[in-house]
Structures are given as structure tokens and as C-alpha cells.
């Protein structure tokens, strides 16, 4: 998946909706358990990226990723408490009713079990509880995965999406590949999610 912006901070769910006090150490669908970053996911969360194609930070800036925007972010582990997927983010400082998804990134044998969209309800559930009212994100034009992602999304959410161009493959100078335009996609009014 691509990147994708993000940042929030709320109860501590896991996604089965119960507060981590009513039901301790509880995992969602498939063994996996969501839960916000610590500074020991960031190692993980870079291989991730890297190992899925993805525009990879630094080592560094995912474990800063992870003390600084824990509350704005979520991992996926698995029963042996492995990264299997992560969601970043933040709320945009001169914005501060929306929260901006940085990335997604889903280990290959996790994929199509629905696990980014439980980490996006995951996200929404806690974002909403904040009060934010928006999610923005920026995805390319073939990609057609987080597209659908973010548009179902914001059907379940009652709200709006709308794209707009932001940047342009100028805005990414690299030596080896051009890299495509970014769309930006504004979610919002954010509703309830789909179990509220």
C-alpha cells in the first residue's frame, strides 16, 4: 500500500471495541491484536516499508515515529507479538480537526483479511473520540486498493471524500525513479464507525 498520513489519541481499544481494562491482551480477527506503537516497533515498521516497496524513512524516524505519534498511530501484531502491519499519522498542527494518514503498510501474508481497514476503523474510532472531524491522505493514481480503502471508509462513516491533485512528481526529486503525482483524499464529517 502507499503512504498515507496520521495522529491520535483516545481510549486504548483493542479492535474488538472493548476498552483494554474491560478486555486485556483481547485479539481481533485472525490472532492479531492492534494496539499503539512503542519506540521498539520503529525497527519493524521500517523493514516493512522496505521490504514492501514503499518510500521508506529513515531507521531513525520510525522510532521517533513511535514515541512522538504513538498515540496517532497503530500496529497489527501477530500471536507472537510481531509487527504484521502499521498505520502512521498526526494531526495536522495548522488543522487541527484533522488528522493526516502518513502510511499503511500490510506484511504479504496479511494481506486480504482486511487488516488495513481495521487498522483505518481503528484510527477513525479514536480520532472521532477526539473530536477531529476530517481524514486526509495522499495516494497515487494506480493505485486502486487504497483507493477503495478510503472510499469505503467514508461511505461506513456517513462522510464525503474528496479528491484533489497535491503534489507532483517534482516534488519528489530522487535519482533512481520518478516518483508518481499524489492526490489528496479529505474524508469528513466523520460519522460513528460501522460498529457504533
Known sequence: ????????????R??????????????GR??????????????????????????ANSPYAYALWCRDF????????????????YVTGYVRPDDPDTYFLWQVAVDSAYRGQGLARRMLDFVGDRITD??????????????????????????????????SPLFTGEHFPQEDTPHDPEDLVRIGPLGAGPGA
Open 1 to 12: 500500500m502507499p503512504h498515507l498520513r496520521t495522529n491520535l489519541q483516545a481510549r486504548d
Open 70 to 85: 504513538a498515540t496517532t498511530s497503530v500496529v497489527a501484531r501477530d500471536d507472537e507479538g510481531r509487527v504484521a502491519a
Open 130 to 163: 477526539r473530536g477531529l472531524r476530517y481524514l486526509e491522505a495522499t495516494v497515487t493514481a494506480d493505485n486502486t486498493a487504497s483507493r477503495a480503502l478510503f472510499a469505503s471508509f467514508a461511505r461506513d462513516r456517513g462522510a464525503e471524500a474528496v479528491w
Open 30 to 55: 485472525g490472532g492479531v491484536r492492534l494496539s499503539h506503537p512503542s519506540p521498539e516497533d520503529g525497527p519493524h515498521m521500517w523493514r516493512l516499508a522496505r521490504e514492501n516497496g514503499m518510500d
Open 14 to 27: 483493542t479492535d474488538t471495541g472493548a476498552t483494554a481494562s474491560e478486555n486485556p491482551g483481547a485479539a
